[in-house]
């Protein structure tokens, strides 16, 4: 029996146009399945009232708004002070942002909006979600070095080395993990040696496939509803009760998000 706070998605893209139609049938499911909370992470600025406006619509919806390594070319003059005259609106997260050596941006684009994002985060301290694609020692470098306070910060869905995660830690990032997880490779060394206290869990839809294929009734295979099966898949591999493992992932994602979400 699940008792207590509920599931945490902690990286989501609800806002995507095919989803559009189905989005109240995926947030029913949602509720029904226990999902009590959702981080939805915009990729560039035209996605950012389509969050906004998801939040206000159902309170599981957490916004984080930013603009993603694939799309830095879509970053137009002046986005900087759209995107903090809107965080000084609303209550969001940064996100989502990062580095990415294997898309068609420019690098250094990327580099100078993820800086931006970064700094914006700093002053604001607000929660900022990453996205790291084979720009580890980079993102790294970055992260070690800044000259201000680093503020909470989320490596959304994990797959880089052990050192990596062990580096990521000791600067106090939370570590999520998608759907990846359900296949056997270099992330299950690095789950199993992420702390208890850094760890969070992510469908990151729509796009990733999760444990069991489809669920019944549902239209899409990685919608919110289905992290219920990764938590259950989660709590096996940590060998923990999956109730005191919920627990401690809801606690996570309520530090994180502490500056913009009341606990």
């Given amino acids: 029996m699940i008792t207590g706070a509920g599931y945490l998605d902690s990286h989501c893209h609800l806002q995507k146009r095919h989803l559009s139609s189905i989005i109240d049938d995926i947030m029913v499911r ?14 560039r600025e035209e996605d950012w009232q389509a969050v906004v406006d998801l939040a206000a619509r159902g309170h599981e919806v957490i916004p984080f708004l930013g603009i993603h390594p694939w799309f830095a070319e879509t970053a137009v003059a002046g986005w900087e002070d759209r995107l903090m005259s809107l965080l000084q609106k609303v209550p969001a997260g940064i996100g989502e942002t990062g580095l990415d050596k294997c ?9 100078q909006i993820f800086l931006t994002q970064l700094k914006m985060a700093s002053e604001l301290q607000r929660p900022l979600v990453i996205h790291c694609v ?11 070095q800044f000259a201000d306070p680093l503020p909470p910060i989320m490596i959304h869905s994990f797959a880089g080395s052990r050192e990596t995660l062990q580096r990521l830690i000791r600067l106090g990032c939370f ?25 969070l869990l992510e469908t990151d839809s ?6 069991g294929g489809a669920m019944d009734g549902a239209r899409t295979t990685d919608e919110p509803a289905a992290i219920t099966m990764l938590y259950e898949l989660a709590a ?15 606690k996570n994602g309520e530090i994180f998000t502490d500056t913009i979400v009341p606990r």
């Fill in 30 to 43: 949602a509720r029904s399945a226990g999902v009590a909370r959702i981080f939805c992470n915009t990729t």
């Fill in 206 to 211: 729509h796009g990733q496939p999760l444990v």
């Fill in 175 to 199: 570590i999520s993990f998608s759907g990846r997880l359900t296949a056997a490779g270099k992330v299950h060394p690095c789950f199993s040696e992420t702390p208890m206290t850094n760890l």
């Fill in 134 to 144: 084979k720009a580890w020692g980079r993102l790294l470098e970055i992260l070690e």
């Fill in 236 to 250: 096996t591999m940590r060998e923990m009760d999956l109730n005191e493992f919920r627990h401690q992932i809801w």
């Fill in 103 to 111: 898309c068609r941006a420019d690098f250094g684009r990327q580099q």
